[in-house]
């Protein structure tokens, strides 16, 4: 008996790649298609937070507007929204391991862990954070 699949949770970098097309890991690729196929596929409203902030900042072209790209990209991936709650939010101020102070990918990493998550990312702090035995990873 095989066992199931990990529910994925995309970190802004890897939706970002993941709507544009962009070149991935083929591992990763794959992965990702399959857990949008079987439902499995989460991205946190953080996401949402930073893309509208990187578009605000100018360092970030989009061809629609942030919430509109995001609530698309939601749509068309079949993803699904992961909650921010208050135990996400206090998780991330005490990670176990070395991992930097970014707020954002602290938050990430907490729901990825709160919630027994994959965290998908090409972020390398993040995916020696995985390596270190702290988060499941996928690069991307």
């Given at each position: 008996?095989?066992?199931?699949?990990?529910?994925?949770l995309?970190?802004?970098?890897?939706?970002?790649?993941?709507?544009?097309?962009?070149?991935?890991?083929?591992?990763?690729?794959?992965?990702?298609?399959?857990?949008?196929?079987d439902?499995?596929?989460?991205?946190?409203?953080?996401?949402?937070?930073?893309?509208?902030?990187?578009v605000?900042?100018?360092?970030?072209?989009?061809?629609?507007?942030?919430?509109?790209?995001?609530?698309?990209?939601?749509?068309l991936m079949?993803?699904?929204?992961?909650?921010?709650?208050?135990?996400?939010?206090?998780?991330?101020?005490?990670?176990?391991?070395?991992?930097?102070?970014?707020?954002?990918?602290?938050?990430?990493?907490?729901?990825?862990?709160?919630?027994?998550?994959?965290?998908?990312?090409?972020?390398?702090?993040?995916?020696?954070?995985?390596?270190?035995?702290?988060?499941?990873?996928?690069?991307?």
């Amino acid at each position: 008996m095989t066992s199931p699949r990990p529910n994925l949770l995309l970190d802004t970098c890897a939706l970002l790649y993941v709507a544009d097309g962009a070149k991935m890991q083929p591992e990763a690729r794959a992965e990702v298609s399959e857990a949008a196929y079987d439902g499995r596929l989460y991205v946190s409203p953080m996401s949402a937070w930073e893309i509208g902030k990187s578009v605000s900042k100018n360092r970030l072209k989009l061809p629609l507007a942030p919430l509109e790209f995001f609530n698309r990209f939601m749509r068309l991936m079949k993803a699904k929204l992961t909650e921010v709650s208050p135990e996400i939010l206090v998780r991330s101020s005490s990670l176990p391991g070395a991992l930097h102070g970014d707020p954002m990918d602290r938050i990430l990493v907490a729901t990825a862990r709160t919630l027994d998550l994959v965290l998908v990312t090409s972020d390398a702090p993040l995916l020696k954070y995985g390596a270190d035995g702290n988060l499941r990873t996928l690069a991307c």
